[in-house]
């Protein structure tokens, strides 16, 4: 008996210990402007410790709609369920972008379907023990005169909706992006696109890109993100989120003071 009782004691030890040295995992959820290569989702990865798992399942092109048809939800899904050795796992649900109308096996509705969508997504998280994070969206870079143009706001609001009525996190990433972006200006804005801006690139009718007639093809938008404008906005993710999670603050390798 003394025997059991010692061995029942050790493995409770050691079970503390390991949650004591548990870390948490952070799964990102999205669309290009949060994927790799394009976005700052790989940015916002790199601000966290090295014990930090931090996963960019974010694609280009992707929907509140397409990203669950297309299976990928059940890869997060698949990790949630896994997820016992981890303090926390975190899920960032960014959408908005590729929900807009016009975007065939893409689109949805902004009343029907895209809040309904936000609304699985963190009720679903939660259900399988993961914390609901919903982010709006990432704002598009292009002015019409002195303002900035948010073509955005509407699935914005919807998001934060969505995060109210399941009691989600909310990282309001549109509002911040639009105030930092509207205070910056045209010219310093277009610093954070992937390529610098070509000679002649006028005021584009299409928020997202038109190069001017006759000009040659270019990667130059306003909407996607290179180096600088992923480490710009990483950084103010980072924020958002000790702001609205304290407790996050410790694993980032700044302690969440940028």
């Not at 493995?11 to 995992?25: E, F, K, M, P």
């Not at 009720?123 to 900035?148: C, H, I, M, S």
């Not at 909706?161 to 549109?174: F, G, I, M, W, Y």
């Not at 992937?194 to 130059?220: C, I, L, Q, S």
């Amino acid at each position: 008996m003394l025997l059991k009782s010692f061995v029942l004691a050790a493995l409770l030890a050691a079970g503390q210990a390991r949650a004591a040295d548990a870390t948490i995992r952070v799964i990102l959820v999205g669309d290009s402007t949060m994927a790799t290569k394009s976005g700052y989702g790989d940015a916002f990865c790199a601000r966290f410790t090295a014990d930090v798992t931090c996963v960019n399942l974010a694609r280009g092109g992707r929907s509140t709609g397409s990203f669950r048809a297309e299976g990928r939800w059940d890869d997060v899904q698949r990790m949630l369920k896994d997820g016992a050795s981890f303090k926390a796992t975190y899920v960032l649900v960014q959408f908005g972008h590729n929900d807009q109308p016009g975007k065939p096996g893409r689109s949805t509705d902004l009343v029907t379907q895209f809040p309904v969508n936000m609304a699985r997504y963190a009720r679903e998280t939660r259900d399988l023990g993961g914390v609901p994070v919903l982010v709006t969206p990432l704002a598009r870079r292009t002015f019409k005169g002195a303002y900035l143009a948010n073509d955005l706001a509407p699935w914005a609001e919807a998001t934060r909706r969505a995060a109210a009525q399941e009691h989600a996190v909310l990282l309001d990433l549109n509002r911040d992006s639009v105030a930092a972006v509207q205070a910056m200006g045209q010219d310093d804005a277009d610093t954070l696109a992937v390529v610098p801006r070509p000679p002649g690139y006028g005021m584009p009718a299409d928020p997202n890109k038109v190069e001017p007639a006759g000009a040659a093809k270019t990667a130059f938008d306003r909407t996607h993100l290179g180096a600088k404008g992923a480490d710009f906005f990483a950084r103010m993710v980072e924020r958002e989120l000790v702001a609205a999670r304290p407790e996050t603050a410790a694993y980032f390798k700044d302690g969440g003071k940028r």
